[in-house]
């Protein structure tokens, strides 16, 4: 085919939106301006296959600097893949080295590192059951190429917004993806997560997005929906929508805000002209027209035959002041500094001249300042529209290197965490490295922060380090997991709570109910076996024991604190600490403290934590009993250790776990609605495996609660 990259002219464009010239002032003004684009932008728009934008990728998001082309190459294009033909540079949302060596290449693995990004998501109005389908689902002037990490992961199908202190970052430096950030935020009274791209993309996204709600402002068919921009969270995400109700996403005001930090730069018009030329036969209205979002959104009005253009190459706007940054900078000797400019107002050029007063200490080209001898220079941005615009920069130039902090890294991580649990950063280390090469242990003046146990699934968690006003970030990933999460239950049976074996005939035993139901106890017995022997003195119980409570028996002679709080006296219960004790119930043994047919000698454990002259209790953690008595009894692992004589527990006990089936199982419903559940598209075995191992770890009340 034959590439036509030229970019139309002031003419050109006017005459394309002509046939708003002979509308009403009312109609060329707000949503009545959206409704009356839409059969310009539709008339000719050309839908192409969704299998058909990776080709034509290849011309519209590439990079025409670093990948220009022959006329002859222009006028013979192969527009199939051919690496041997053409392999081009191409731009990517969300990756802060386009247009340098280390930029993304066509050839990068398309999925992993490079993806087909929907500025507008396709579940927010155009979802398709097998990819997507045009016009809206290919259309180009909102398909963009974008880093795979920061599509699939962190954008996802979120509205845009700005997030506030806290969120989450995705990627690494190392792939030049660590540009875009994740939060959830409550705005207009409504809570929900936005992802927010780096300043270099926001201009480029909202205009994408105003462009969209004007090519397809009222609805045509399922596949050429009713889109509208929401002021706030857009909530529930829709599938499709009629010819009354549009698909929302938000967030607009965050978009306006966008759409005048970063205008319509270069990239942008040449873009639009190649989709224009080559592709669709159509254009976005708020690039050529920049202060028409002001009329749909603000307070003018769109006149196509007046109204400024933004042609490629230049704006027709002075800027009526100039800031520079940074307005100051120390460096030594061989050292660099780039400086920017950016114009009042937004929509002005930023198009400059560069000069150095003192080109001997510190040297300029195209903003970039390299600093050859030690001393002071003036570095001055004049305006190529106004030479009476400037903006300066105060240089400072030693020949003693100044150190400073370069990067920070950390050890002592953990990986996973438990739901519920509280996640200790207590082992976590932070070093800073710094331009010299030196490093310095910096743990204790860290910003740590911890990952959001409340939530399954993989996070990126945020650690900072600030010195002399430089600040740099690390970051280490945990999997929150329902594997080993502890989850309140109720227990199979009745369970040995405390056992007190103290001075003279102070013994007694405590018995936990937290079945869930009151128990009878005329079926169950205690066993005690002494000096390891193999068959017992049987001890019957009597009565009940409510859900919740406790049932005390103790020796007959124990002391008043032992009987003020029992429930049964019986001699037999005058066992050492080297005497096994069992819970029968019927004729199972639901629980032993102590190993049966074993003498151990004085008493079971490790000194001081032993079995005699000690009260015992059991662990909050525990809501089952030993079941085995003939196994080796190992007292710590499940028991607490008090003074001789200690009676002031036996009046209750208390069973604690980090979150309830409820919370697991509304944990695991936002893992698959919200969470990996959200991205499956494209790898739904995975993802499918994913959720049923943690499924699967669930405990069966909290599946219940889920499947309900």
Same mark, same amino acid.
């Given at each position: 085919?034959?590439? $036509?990259?030229?970019?139309?002219?002031?003419?050109?464009?006017?005459?394309?939106?002509?046939?708003?010239?002979?509308?009403?002032?009312?109609?060329?003004?707000?949503?009545?301006?959206?409704?009356?684009?839409?059969?310009?932008?539709?008339?000719?728009?050309?839908?192409?296959?969704?299998?058909?934008? !990776?080709? !034509?990728?290849?011309?519209?998001?590439?990079?025409?600097?670093?990948?220009?082309?022959?006329?002859?190459?222009?006028?013979?294009?192969?527009?199939?893949?051919?690496?041997?033909?053409?392999?081009?540079?191409?731009?990517?949302?969300? +990756?802060?080295?386009?247009?340098?060596?280390?930029?993304?290449?066509?050839?990068?693995?398309?999925?992993?590192?490079?993806? +087909?990004?929907?500025?507008?998501?396709?579940?927010?109005?155009?979802?398709?059951?097998?990819?997507?389908?045009?016009?809206?689902?290919?259309?180009?002037?909102?398909?963009?190429?974008?880093?795979?990490?920061?599509?699939?992961?962190?954008?996802?199908?979120?509205? !845009?917004?700005?997030?506030?202190?806290?969120?989450?970052?995705?990627?690494?430096?190392?792939?030049?993806?660590?540009?875009?950030?994740?939060?959830?935020?409550?705005?207009?009274?409504?809570?929900? #997560?936005? @992802?927010?791209?780096?300043?270099?993309?926001?201009?480029?996204?909202?205009?994408?997005?105003?462009?969209?709600?004007?090519?397809?402002?009222?609805?045509?068919?399922?596949?050429?929906?009713?889109?509208?921009?929401?002021?706030?969270?857009?909530?529930?995400?829709?599938?499709?929508?009629?010819?009354?109700?549009?698909?929302?996403?938000?967030?607009?005001?965050?978009?306006?805000?966008?759409?005048?930090?970063?205008?319509? $730069?270069?990239?942008?018009?040449?873009?639009?002209?190649? *989709?224009?030329?080559?592709?669709?036969?159509?254009?976005?209205?708020? *690039?050529?027209?920049?202060?028409?979002?002001?009329?749909?959104?603000?307070?003018?009005?769109?006149?196509?035959?007046?109204?400024?253009?933004?042609? @490629?190459?230049?704006?027709?706007?002075?800027?009526?002041?100039?800031?520079?940054?940074?307005? &100051?900078?120390?460096?030594?000797?061989?050292?660099?500094?780039?400086?920017?400019?950016?114009?009042?107002?937004?929509?002005?050029?930023?198009?400059?001249?560069?000069?150095?007063?003192?080109?001997?200490?510190?040297?300029?080209?195209?903003?970039?300042?390299?600093?050859?001898?030690?001393?002071?220079?003036?570095?001055?941005?004049?305006?190529?529209?106004?030479?009476?615009?400037?903006?300066?920069?105060?240089?400072?130039?030693?020949?003693?290197?100044?150190?400073?902090?370069?990067?920070?890294?950390?050890?002592?991580?953990?990986?996973?965490?438990?739901?519920?649990?509280?996640? &200790?950063?207590?082992?976590?280390?932070?070093?800073?490295? /710094?331009?010299?090469?030196?490093?310095?242990?910096?743990?204790?003046?860290?910003?740590?922060?911890?990952? =959001?146990?409340?939530?399954?699934?993989?996070?990126?968690?945020?650690?900072?380090?600030?010195?002399?006003?430089?600040?740099?970030?690390?970051? /280490?990933?945990?999997?929150?997991?329902?594997?080993?999460?502890?989850?309140?239950?109720?227990?199979?049976?009745?369970?040995?709570? #405390?056992?007190? #074996?103290?001075?003279?005939? =102070?013994?007694?035993?405590?018995? @936990? =109910?937290?079945?869930?139901?009151?128990?009878?106890?005329?079926?169950?017995?205690?066993?005690?076996?002494?000096?390891?022997?193999?068959?017992?003195?049987?001890?019957?119980?009597?009565?009940?024991?409510?859900?919740?409570?406790?049932?005390?028996?103790?020796?007959?002679?124990?002391?008043?604190?032992?009987?003020?709080?029992?429930?049964?006296?019986?001699?037999?219960? &005058?066992?050492?600490?080297?005497?096994?004790?069992?819970?029968?119930?019927?004729?199972?043994?639901?629980?032993?403290?102590?190993?049966?047919?074993?003498?151990?000698?004085?008493?079971?454990?490790?000194?001081? =934590?032993?079995?005699?002259?000690?009260?015992?209790?059991?662990?909050?953690?525990?809501?089952?009993?030993?079941?085995?008595?003939?196994?080796?009894?190992?007292?710590?692992?499940?028991?607490?250790?008090?003074?001789? $004589?200690?009676?002031?527990?036996?009046?209750?006990?208390?069973?604690?776990?980090?979150?309830?089936?409820? #919370?697991?199982?509304?944990?695991?419903?936002?893992?698959?609605?919200?969470?990996?559940?959200?991205?499956?598209?494209?790898?739904?075995?995975?993802?499918?495996?994913?959720?049923?191992?943690?499924?699967?770890?669930?405990?069966?009340?909290?599946?219940?609660?889920?499947?309900?």
């Amino acid at each position: 085919v034959s590439i $036509d990259t030229t970019d139309a002219s002031e003419s050109t464009i006017r005459s394309y939106y002509s046939a708003l010239n002979s509308l009403s002032t009312s109609e060329r003004h707000g949503m009545n301006l959206l409704k009356n684009l839409k059969p310009i932008l539709s008339k000719d728009h050309a839908v192409i296959s969704y299998d058909a934008t !990776w080709s !034509w990728f290849k011309i519209t998001d590439r990079d025409w600097i670093l990948s220009d082309m022959t006329s002859y190459e222009l006028a013979n294009y192969n527009l199939g893949y051919d690496a041997a033909l053409d392999d081009p540079y191409v731009h990517l949302l969300y +990756r802060d080295d386009n247009g340098t060596a280390t930029a993304a290449k066509y050839s990068d693995k398309h999925g992993t590192y490079v993806d +087909r990004e929907h500025v507008w998501p396709q579940s927010h109005g155009f979802k398709a059951s097998t990819g997507a389908t045009g016009p809206a689902g290919t259309d180009l002037h909102h398909l963009m190429l974008g880093d795979s990490d920061q599509n699939q992961d962190a954008h996802n199908n979120l509205d !845009w917004g700005n997030v506030g202190a806290n969120y989450s970052t995705y990627g690494s430096a190392a792939t030049h993806n660590n540009t875009g950030k994740r939060g959830t935020i409550t705005y207009g009274g409504v809570t929900g #997560e936005v @992802y927010e791209p780096q300043d270099s993309d926001k201009g480029d996204i909202a205009r994408a997005c105003f462009y969209m709600a004007a090519r397809y402002s009222s609805y045509t068919s399922t596949f050429d929906p009713y889109l509208s921009l929401l002021d706030g969270i857009s909530g529930i995400v829709t599938q499709g929508s009629s010819s009354s109700t549009p698909a929302t996403l938000g967030m607009l005001n965050t978009l306006l805000e966008w759409n005048t930090i970063d205008p319509v $730069d270069d990239y942008e018009v040449h873009r639009n002209n190649l *989709i224009d030329n080559n592709v669709q036969n159509n254009r976005n209205p708020f *690039i050529d027209y920049p202060d028409w979002v002001d009329a749909v959104w603000g307070t003018a009005t769109a006149n196509p035959a007046t109204d400024d253009v933004r042609l @490629y190459g230049e704006t027709s706007t002075a800027p009526t002041t100039l800031t520079m940054h940074p307005s &100051s900078a120390s460096l030594t000797v061989g050292a660099t500094e780039n400086l920017t400019v950016s114009p009042t107002p937004s929509s002005a050029s930023s198009s400059v001249t560069w000069s150095s007063n003192n080109a001997s200490v510190a040297s300029v080209s195209s903003g970039l300042v390299t600093a050859n001898a030690a001393g002071t220079a003036t570095i001055t941005a004049t305006s190529t529209l106004d030479t009476n615009v400037k903006a300066t920069c105060s240089i400072t130039v030693s020949a003693t290197p100044v150190i400073t902090l370069s990067s920070v890294s950390l050890s002592g991580t953990t990986a996973t965490a438990t739901l519920g649990s509280t996640y &200790s950063t207590l082992g976590i280390s932070v070093t800073a490295h /710094y331009s010299d090469s030196t490093t310095a242990d910096v743990t204790s003046s860290s910003v740590i922060n911890s990952p =959001n146990t409340s939530v399954l699934g993989t996070q990126s968690v945020r650690v900072s380090y600030t010195e002399d006003a430089i600040t740099k970030d690390a970051y /280490y990933s945990v999997k929150i997991t329902n594997q080993g999460a502890s989850v309140q239950k109720l227990a199979s049976d009745l369970f040995i709570s #405390e056992y007190i #074996e103290g001075t003279s005939n =102070n013994k007694a035993l405590e018995i @936990y =109910n937290g079945t869930g139901s009151s128990v009878n106890l005329s079926t169950y017995k205690i066993t005690v076996y002494s000096n390891g022997a193999s068959t017992g003195t049987n001890i019957p119980l009597s009565g009940t024991v409510a859900n919740g409570d406790v049932f005390v028996i103790a020796h007959g002679s124990a002391n008043a604190s032992i009987l003020a709080v029992t429930d049964m006296t019986n001699g037999s219960i &005058s066992f050492n600490g080297d005497d096994a004790v069992a819970l029968v119930h019927g004729t199972s043994v639901i629980d032993v403290f102590g190993q049966i047919g074993f003498d151990p000698g004085t008493s079971w454990g490790t000194t001081p =934590n032993t079995t005699v002259d000690h009260t015992l209790v059991r662990k909050t953690s525990i809501l089952t009993g030993d079941t085995i008595g003939s196994d080796a009894f190992v007292p710590e692992n499940e028991w607490n250790f008090l003074a001789a $004589d200690t009676s002031t527990s036996l009046v209750t006990h208390t069973v604690v776990f980090d979150l309830t089936s409820t #919370e697991q199982a509304s944990a695991f419903g936002s893992y698959v609605l919200d969470g990996i559940g959200a991205s499956a598209e494209g790898s739904c075995g995975s993802v499918f495996t994913e959720l049923k191992t943690e499924h699967d770890y669930m405990v069966t009340s909290a599946k219940t609660l889920f499947a309900t």
